[in-house]
T-cell receptor, first 117, second 112 residues
Framework: GAVVSQHPSRVICKSGTSVKIECRSL??????MFWYRQFPKKSLMLMAT?????????EQGVEKDKFLINHASLTLSTLTVTSAHPEDSSFYIC?????????????FGDGTRLSIL | KNQVEQSPQSLIILEGKNCTLQ??????????LRWYKQDTGRGPVSLTI???SENTKSNGRYTATLDADTKQSSLHITASQLSDSASYIC???????????WGAGTKLIIKP
């Protein structure tokens, strides 16, 4: 149980392109979804937290106009990297939780490797 | 400042051997401590979650311990297998909003 599917697993695109990443909870309803970014050999860095039906809460230093998050249903959240540039290249990971807040179990997707040329 | 420090940064052991990974934290107020396993290029997978009152928790060949007084945790892996090669991340939940504080991880390599 508690399967989270993230798509696509890898994206390579040109600078200036906008890229959408999907995160789906397959067998449970995700009240809260989290988006993380991970640089090589570093741990996960929380970018934003989203609750279904409301605006995402972004961590300090994360540009909300750059990283658009939509959590329109209890099973789907999307992260759109707008006008991506090479410095946006990273490993993006989502997680989903059946409850609200950080104190609930988080189930992670397998990540999206984004490479901007 | 809330921090989670893990040691060693990396570890290489032979298949079949045991090993112990360390996690020290300075987090207050403490809610729970989690150990995750992350294979290269994959998302983290939860191994254990321990609250303040729990001293030890096992998940197969993985056993986590928690000493809330000294603010230390360890993850012991018994009879290591090649598939145990991964990064092991210690995460502490803290504060009134239970924010997760992530350690940098220990990269474990199991050699045949």
């Amino acid at each position: 149980g508690a399967v989270v599917s993230q798509h696509p697993s890898r994206v390579i695109c040109k600078s200036g392109t906008s890229v959408k990443i999907e995160c789906r909870s397959l067998d449970f309803q995700a009240t809260t979804m989290f988006w993380y970014r991970q640089f090589p050999k570093k741990s996960l860095m929380l970018m934003a937290t989203s609750n279904e039906g409301s605006k995402a809460t972004y961590e300090q230093g994360v540009e909300k106009d750059k990283f658009l998050i939509n959590h329109a249903s209890l099973t789907l959240s999307t992260l759109t990297v707008t006008s991506a540039h090479p410095e946006d290249s990273s490993f993006y990971i989502c997680s989903a939780s059946p409850g609200q807040g950080f104190n609930q179990p988080q189930h992670f997707g397998d990540g999206t490797r984004l490479s901007i040329l | 400042k809330n921090q989670v420090e893990q040691s060693p940064q990396s570890l290489i052991i032979l298949e079949g051997k045991n090993c112990t990974l360390q996690c020290n934290y300075t987090v207050s107020p403490f809610s729970n401590l989690r150990w995750y396993k992350q294979d290269t290029g994959r998302g983290p997978v939860s191994l254990t979650i321990m609250t303040f009152s729990e001293n030890t928790k096992s998940n197969g060949r993985y056993t986590a311990t928690l000493d809330a007084d000294t603010k230390q945790s360890s993850l012991h892996i018994t009879a290591s297998q090649l598939s145990d090669s991964a990064s092991y991340i210690c995460v502490v939940s803290a504060g009134s909003n239970y924010q997760l504080i992530w350690g940098a991880g220990t990269k474990l390599i199991i050699k045949p």
